[in-house]
Each structure stands twice: as C-alpha cells, then as structure tokens.
T-cell receptor, first 115, second 111 residues
Framework: AQKITQTQPGMFVQEKEAVTLDCTYD???????LFWYKQPSSGEMIFLIY??????QNATEGRYSLNFQKARKSANLVISASQLGDSAMYFC????????????FGTGTRLQVTL | DAGVTQSPTHLIKTRGQQVTLRCSPK?????VSWYQQALGQGPQFIFQ???????QRGNFPDRFSGHQFPNYSSELNVNALLLGDSALYLC??????????FGPGTRLTVT
C-alpha cells in the first residue's frame, strides 16, 4: 500500500519569498514516481513537477523544485519568488511501480501568498 | 489542442437517484482515470479504463461503474446515490503509463 502524508494544512508566505511544502511518503515499491499538483479554487488539478525514484538529480520546473530525499522518504516542493497567483491548494501524489498507474494523493496544503 | 473536458460542470441529485458523468480525454491519450475528491480531502482513485476495459479499481462499491468508448471518452455512473457521494469528480487522461492530465471536474451535490 502507498501512503502520502502532508502535515501542513495551511501555510502563509509573503510575495517574492520562497516557501517549502512538506511531503513524506511510504511505499514498498522500488520504482515509483512522485508528483506535485496545484488546485486553484476552480477545482482543476494542475501538474507542477515530477520526480522518479531513480532520478539522481532533483527535479526543477521554472520556479518549482522538488527536494527529493529518498532515505528520508520525503519529496518537498520548493516554490521560489512566490506570486499572488500561487495561492491555492497543493497536493503531493505518488504513482507506484509495475502496472499500477493510479495516483495516491495526500490531504493537501493550502498556501496563501500575502503582500 | 483541447485538454481534458468534463460534463456537466455542476449537478444536483436526490438520494437514491442515478447519475452519469462524462469525460473526453486530451487528444492522443488512451487511458482515463476517475477520482473522487470530498470537501477538504485529496482525490481518491475510483478506477481506470484502458482499451475499453477497467484496468484498475480503487476501494469503491459496485454502485460506481464506468465505461470507455472506442474514441477513448469515458463515463462514470453512480447508482443509488448517497449523501456521502457529494464531491468533486475528477477525470484524468494519459497514455497508459504516462503523466495524468486532469479535467476541471464535475461537482456533484446529493440532497
């Protein structure tokens, strides 16, 4: 079974500052993928960044980077230079290995960017 | 290039009724997954369709069923609706092992 834990129900960050959203995971699979999605109030899940379990480099996508620490089973999302439009729910998710392609999500973190 | 589309956007049903939700995948995608997101929760996997067959299923009762058509579009059917079925229903499309792209969701309210 796979499990994603997000322990921060809500976070505040000032505009232009960096923020880290925490995610820990549990799986017995050797091969897996970790994802972060953004969900604005409109409801659509927007893909942000992906990290494979065998990737040696931390993933980066523009202002998003994923701090992957395999031994600690953590996959934290770092958003640099926060913008007001970053205010949303953020979900960490995992896809298992083998033929299992379903995503298992955490409970999410609500990020509020302030002036 | 059209993304994933879902219909309807919002729906209100009464307990005991049946509902059908529809999803059209992103162009080129052949796999459709359905998720239920209750208020304040993360999405929960319902099932996935590939080549018109249910490929994977989450921990949902048989009241939840689906279908995939030859053009890869998909339907989610829920019978004997319960108040607890009120949620945002998200459809995601992908290639069979690829990244999942989500639609805007259908918000179902059961009264």
């Amino acid at each position: 079974a796979q499990k994603i834990t997000q322990t921060q129900p809500g976070m505040f960050v000032q505009e232009k500052e960096a923020v880290t959203l925490d995610c820990t995971y549990d799986t017995s699979d050797q091969s897996y993928g970790l994802f972060w999605y953004k969900q604005p109030s409109s409801g659509e899940m927007i893909f942000l960044i992906y990290q494979g379990s065998y990737d040696e480099q931390n993933a980066t996508e523009g202002r998003y980077s994923l701090n992957f620490q395999k031994a600690r089973k953590s996959a934290n999302l770092v958003i640099s230079a926060s913008q007001l439009g970053d205010s949303a729910m953020y979900f960490c998710a995992m896809r298992g290995g083998g033929t299992a392609s379903k995503l298992t999500f955490g409970t999410g973190t609500r990020l509020q960017v302030t002036l | 290039d059209a993304g994933v589309t879902q219909s309807p956007t919002h729906l209100i049903k009464t307990r005991g009724q049946q509902v059908t939700l529809r999803c059209s995948p992103k162009s080129g995608h052949d796999t459709v997954s359905w998720y239920q997101q209750a208020l304040g929760q993360g999405p929960q996997f319902i099932f996935q369709y590939y080549e018109e067959e249910e490929r994977q299923r989450g921990n949902f009762p048989d009241r939840f069923s689906g279908h995939q058509f030859p053009n890869y579009s998909s339907e989610l059917n829920v019978n004997a609706l319960l108040l607890g079925d009120s949620a945002l229903y998200l459809c995601a499309s992908s290639l069979v092992y690829g990244e999942q792209y989500f639609g805007p969701g259908t918000r179902l309210t059961v009264t």
